[in-house]
């Protein structure tokens, strides 16, 4: 069974903060997306990665793929409230996603 | 919007039940999901659907079924309902069959269900 390890599993920041989170697996993926998931909403997809050692660049975000493709992070520069959500990340495998039990990140104005 | 219409938002029933969820996919798409989302267990795939023909199954119990018409909407059916039922449920779609990548999956807004 193919399993996400996410941490940290909480997070409380204040604005103007830099963090990282982290998603693991002993299995390799074919891809590895990100999600957020805002309260009563379902998730929605941040990016995709693909080739091992990938960087992907959103704004204050940036997305990183192992070069194993077992692994990932998301790194956010100068978090802002509007950055509160649940970060799940998801591996691509067999036509499944599956996806991990995410990082619930609250950012404090 | 995400364009995928789940019915109903929410929903109580009691231990012993069957309850009907229904998912309208984005205009086009043809791959239906269905994940189960609980406080502990987090996001658990169930089942997909592609074109009307199951594609994939996850954990999903022998107590629920799904199936896609041909209209292409979708429907969980959850019976003899328990307890650790409880959760939100979700419904996603995407444009690709699955295979090697499933593509942006679109989630719904889900249906929260309560078993008492």
């Known amino acids: 069974t193919q399993l996400l390890e996410q941490s940290p599993q909480f997070l409380s920041i204040q604005e103007g903060e830099n963090l990282t989170v982290y998603c693991n697996s002993s299995?390799?993926?074919?891809?590895l997306q990100w999600y957020r998931q805002e309260p009563g909403e379902g998730p929605v997809l941040l990016v995709t990665?693909?080739?091992?050692?990938e960087v992907k660049k959103l704004k204050r975000l940036t997305f990183q793929f192992g070069d194993a493709r077992k692994d990932s992070s998301l790194h956010i520069t100068a978090a802002q409230p509007g950055d509160t959500g649940l970060y799940l990340c998801?591996?691509?495998?067999?036509?499944?996603?599956?996806f991990g039990k995410g990082t619930k990140l609250s950012v404090k104005p | 919007d995400s364009g995928v219409t789940q019915t109903p938002k929410h929903l109580i029933t009691a231990t012993g039940q069957r309850v009907t969820l229904r998912c309208s996919p984005r205009?086009?798409?043809?791959?239906v999901y269905w994940y189960q989302q609980s406080l502990d267990q987090g996001l658990q795939f169930l089942i997909q659907?592609?074109?009307?023909?199951?594609?994939a199954k996850g954990n999903i119990l022998e107590r629920f079924s799904a199936q896609q018409f041909p209209d292409l909407h979708s429907e969980l059916n959850l019976s003899s309902l328990e307890l650790g039922d409880s959760a939100l449920y979700f419904c996603?779609?995407?444009?690709?069959?699955?295979?090697?990548?499933?593509?942006?999956?679109?989630f719904g807004e889900g249906s929260r269900l309560t078993v008492l």
């Open positions: 996603a779609s995407s444009d690709t069959p699955g295979g090697g990548t499933a593509g942006e999956l679109f």
């Open positions: 299995s390799v993926f074919s891809s």
């Open positions: 990665v693909v080739t091992g050692g």
């Open positions: 998801a591996g691509g495998s067999q036509g499944n996603l599956i």
């Open positions: 205009s086009g798409d043809l791959s």
């Open positions: 659907y592609y074109n009307g023909e199951e594609r």
